[in-house]
């Protein structure tokens, strides 16, 4: 949900919900509390369980709000009391049972009694009252306040039936509509598990040193800057940088990564993962609430508020389908028996039974459980999804645009070639070059500094004065009263009095071919020096391109402000078809237009930082390593939360399983009542046909959506 939107109201509360069962529910108590005194607005996120509330009001309230479906009220950050009950105690399989029962005694009755009129009657009724009464209450509401939903169409046809006579009918569909209302509900919680799962990843309370005293408590108390002990084992509770300590650490449930990492000092670990060998110390480094696992639950949920584009249009299909419905099947009442003689018992009968058939909530369900089990089944293996519309995006994607550094390579890059073309000494040229760079922020500048570390050259003591940094060409700075540039060699050739000497221009190319970026230390007159760095090339990275083409991506490009020569050569490594070198940031966000407007859906992979204008721009924008890193949760549409690209072509293909899963749906659900609409005209539709029809393409819906949990990762 964008903060932008929210109503700029004094108090917001959210609370976290238990025993909501069905989109209609759902829209039904958002309204109720609406209506409560002192709250100016509410939310229901159907997908995640909350509720929103802008105002003032108390959860005994709430509770009454959501009172005709047995809602239980938590705030968020209170520990919810799910009770463990068996199937059978619950309420709506109660209520289904015993309609069921009262419906086979008034069948059995039926079939032996010589008059066999009253009794099952009165069996048939009672099964109706106790299997429809909630049912009544709401539609009968409905009706006197002109809203139609399935309930007002579901109350109308049963009430129907039973003034026509047909009791009998009327409680087989009280009681298939109890039936599929109890699976329903089964079915959507199992699509909620995954956010519960997330929720019971980390341990309520852990083991902490503060002001050397240690001691248990619960995380909620735990502050920033006391001293996590985590035994083998044992999961770790905060995010937090360890002070002490080497194991292993399985990261599986925040970065998907199936092999355990190693932890030493320094290093920093998240919550929800788990301590597998030695014993860690590690200082705190954020509250609860601003772990990364809680910001991955927090966007998940989110992500299942924000309607995508299939269900935001079925929604509203729906608004006006309804009461079309109604009208039609009052012509198919009416028109017969006025204008062709036909027999108002029977037109009646078929009327009510198109009244069943054309609920709309097999259509209503069809996107909503298949986002919000694709969303959580992603989430599981370490991609970020931040919303329905995005993960149909990406099922619609053409072509896929890749940052190099970090992203296709593995962004420390080492030096491989010094090359000196002057007679001043290698490894003075190395510490101005090493002390120039110490002012710059930039991958390979870390490569030159670690470079001059290795050799034990004391770079600082050749301070550079005067830093200034040229975007995507260099920087230059003063060491000992020289000017000295240090940048691309084009950058070189624009600024130097002759250009770059042939000699040395034809080193550089020999370095590029070999997949090397070269960087050239000198001044305006001359060039003292080349260094050339090479950056290697994921494992991950490594046949992901052919992955990508096998889940219809047509085509890949490669977006780097590397040479063309160095680009081609890691592009051709890798199998990317397309390499576009030499680019500044500015020039990639014009290369991310210029592919919309000819292939339609492109996506950007990139680390979040850098490529921030691509990623927003991009149709869809994938950030690499969203683990502890605030830029690629924040700036990115999706998030490989490890730093792993083989995660890509398993997020593709979720996407769209996802969009043909959905597809399948709306399209069985309109065809199961077009075909029972049929039946109409020979009058073969009857009352429980309408409702099996109905109800059962319902259950056959979510089962289906619910099969994308099966999806995994591939080995």
């Known amino acids: 949900m964008d903060d932008a939107n929210e109503p700029e109201l004094e108090q917001k509360s959210v609370y976290r919900l238990q025993g909501l069962t069905c989109t209609n529910c759902s829209a039904k108590f958002e309204r109720n509390v609406k209506e409560l005194e002192g709250v100016k607005e509410a939310r229901v996120n159907f997908g995640a369980s909350k509720l929103t509330v802008y105002g003032d009001t108390t959860v005994e309230d709430l509770e009454k709000a959501g009172a005709f479906d047995g809602i239980r009220v938590f705030p968020e950050k209170q520990k919810m009391m799910a009770k463990s009950e068996f199937f059978w105690k619950k309420r709506a399989y109660l209520v289904t049972a015993a309609a069921f029962i009262l419906l086979a005694i008034g069948w059995t009755t039926q079939q032996f009694l010589v008059n066999p009129n009253l009794i099952p009657t009165l069996f048939y009724g009672v099964s109706i009252l106790i299997g429809g009464y909630e049912l009544f209450v709401e539609g009968l509401k409905n009706l006197i306040r002109f809203r139609f939903d399935m309930k007002t169409l579901m109350t109308v046809a049963i009430i129907g039936a039973a003034l026509i006579g047909q009791w009998e ?38 083991h902490i040193r503060r002001c ?53 000092v320094g290093d920093e670990i998240f919550a929800g993962t788990l301590n597998e060998e030695g014993v860690l110390e590690a200082k705190v480094t954020k509250r609860v609430e601003d772990t990364t696992l809680s910001r991955i639950i927090h966007l998940v949920e989110e992500a299942h508020a924000e309607k995508a584009p299939s269900q935001a249009f079925v929604e509203k299909f729906a608004k006006y389908y309804t009461p079309a419905i109604m009208m039609v099947a009052l012509g198919f009442i009416l028109i017969p028996p006025l204008f062709f003689n036909g027999e108002w018992h029977k037109w ?20 909503p459980v298949a986002i919000v089990t694709a969303i959580g089944n992603a989430a599981r293996h370490g991609v970020l999804i931040k919303g329905g519309i995005h993960l149909e995006e990406a099922g619609r994607l053409k072509a896929i645009a890749f940052d190099k550094t970090g992203t296709l390579t593995r962004g420390k890059p080492e030096v491989t070639n010094l090359v000196n073309v002057s007679d001043q000494d290698e490894k003075e040229l190395l510490a101005i070059a090493a002390s120039i ?58 600024t130097m009095e002759n250009g770059v000497p042939e000699r040395i221009s034809i080193q550089i190319t020999r370095l590029q071919q070999q997949g090397k970026t070269v960087i050239l230390l000198g001044s305006k007159q001359k060039v003292l020096c080349l260094i050339a760095v090479a950056d290697r090339v994921r494992e991950s990275s490594l046949g992901i391109i052919s992955k990508l083409h096998s889940h219809g991506i047509k085509k890949t490009f490669m977006l780097t402000g590397d040479n063309k020569a ?76 490890g730093d792993d690209i083989s995660k890509l072509p398993y997020t593709i293909m979720l996407s769209r399983k996802t969009l043909q899963i959905i597809k399948q749906n709306i399209t069985f659900a309109l065809v199961v009542k077009l075909i029972a609409v049929l039946l109409v005209i020979p009058g073969w539709l009857t009352l429980w046909i309408a409702i099996f029809a109905d109800m059962g393409a319902t259950v056959v819906v979510v089962l289906n959506s619910i099969r994308l949990n099966l999806n995994k990762l591939p080995d």
């Open 566 to 641: 160095t680009g081609e050569a890691i592009g051709k490594q890798i199998g990317i078809d397309e390499v576009q070198a030499e680019l500044l940031p500015q020039d990639k966000l014009s290369s991310i237009k210029g592919l919309i407007k000819e292939y339609g859906k492109v996506a950007m992979v990139g680390d979040g930082v850098n490529d921030a204008p691509a990623l927003a721009t991009a149709t869809v924008g994938i950030a690499m390593g969203g683990a502890g890193t605030d830029t690629a949760l924040e700036t990115a549409d999706i998030a490989l939360m």
């Open 437 to 494: 760079e110490n002012w710059s922020q930039h991958p390979l500048a870390s490569a030159i500094i670690r470079r001059a570390e290795k050799e034990n050259i004391d770079f600082k003591q050749w301070q550079a004065f005067d830093f200034s940094s040229i975007t995507g060409k260099g920087a230059k700075g003063t060491v000992k009263g020289t000017t000295y540039l240090i940048g691309s060699p084009k950058w070189f050739e624009e």
């Open 212 to 264: 050397e005293h240690e001691m248990t408590i619960d995380v909620e108390d735990i502050e920033v800057g006391d001293i996590l002990i985590i035994k083998p084992g044992q999961k770790i509770a905060m995010d937090a940088e360890v002070v002490s300590g080497i194991s292993l650490v399985n990261q599986a449930a925040i970065t998907g990564e199936s092999i355990p990492v190693t932890k030493t």
């Open 348 to 367: 009646i009968y078929e009327g009510l039974s198109l009244l069943v058939v054309g609920c709309p909530c097999a259509l209503v369900v069809s996107t």
């Open 169 to 206: 009918e009327g409680a087989i569909v009280v009681f298939l509509f109890a039936l599929s209302e109890a699976l329903e509900r089964n079915s959507m919680n199992k699509a909620r598990q995954s956010i519960g799962v997330l929720m019971n990843l980390a341990p309520k309370e852990a």
